[in-house]
T-cell receptor, first 115, second 113 residues
Framework: AQSVTQPDIHITVSEGASLELRCNYS??????LFWYVQSPGQGLQLLLK??????LVQGIKGFEAEFKRSQSSFNLRKPSVHWSDAAEYFC?????????????FGTGTRLQVTL | NAGVTQTPKFQVLKTGQSMTLQCAQD?????MSWYRQDPGMGLRLIHY???????DQGEVPNGYNVSRSTTEDFPLRLLSAAPSQTSVYFC????????????FGEGSRLTVL
């Protein structure tokens, strides 16, 4: 069975600083990987996804993530954080070809942005 | 566009009571699912459906029932609520089961006393 680890429970960055959120996955085949964001009191929204091809994927709101098979990682990055990026971020892995919507989520990283 | 609509947003139950969390989507999505979110545990899949008339169990199905009689609706039933079912519940849908892009409702916060 697949699994996802997000080692950082809580991260604080200053507005304008760069951001990297870590995600490690466990999956036997080529993974389908996702990052979702949850604002307070809201449901989750897809930021970006990786299925195949270019290992650096671009998402919405200026986010990007890099798939590194050798490290089983899919870290999320943003060059310059805005106060509105404060939220909880979830990494997820899909069940496989044809069942990518059956997602297993990590425990989340809460991002705080200081002004 | 309404997207994924969940009702109720808040509910308090006593142990042993039953209730149904409603979920409806207006995007003609084939795939629908229910997750529960608990502090420090992320989201865990309860049940999912790949189309009308087809449902299957996820990671934590015990204590919950589902049915999918139409494409639009995917209700989650708690037959005999327990305090361990206190959680925030999210319904999510996608165009088909292979897309990976889930659209989430705003959640239903359930407290079982």
């Amino acid at each position: 069975a697949q699994s996802v680890t997000q080692p950082d429970i809580h991260i604080t960055v200053s507005e304008g600083a760069s951001l990297e959120l870590r995600c490690n996955y466990s999956y036997g085949a080529t993974p389908y990987l996702f990052w979702y964001v949850q604002s307070p009191g809201q449901g989750l929204q897809l930021l970006l996804k990786y299925f195949s091809g270019d290992t650096l994927v671009q998402g919405i709101k200026g986010f990007e993530a890099e798939f590194k098979r050798s490290q089983s990682s899919f870290n999320l990055r943003k060059p310059s954080v805005h106060w509105s990026d404060a939220a909880e971020y979830f990494c997820a892995v899909g069940a496989g070809t044809g069942t990518a919507s059956k997602l297993t989520f990590g425990t989340g990283t809460r991002l705080q942005v200081t002004l | 566009n309404a997207g994924v609509t969940q009702t109720p947003k808040f509910q308090v139950l006593k142990t042993g009571q039953s209730m149904t969390l409603q979920c409806a989507q207006d995007m003609n999505h084939e795939y629908m699912s229910w997750y529960r979110q608990d502090p420090g545990m992320g989201l865990r899949l309860i049940h999912y459906s790949v189309g009308a008339g087809i449902t299957d169990q996820g990671e934590v199905p015990n204590g919950y029932n589902v049915s999918r009689s139409t494409t639009e609706d995917f209700p989650l039933r708690l037959l005999s609520a327990a305090p361990s079912q206190t959680s925030v519940y999210f319904c999510a849908s996608s165009y088909w089961q292979g897309s990976g892009e889930l659209f989430f409702g705003e959640g239903s916060r359930l407290t079982v006393l």
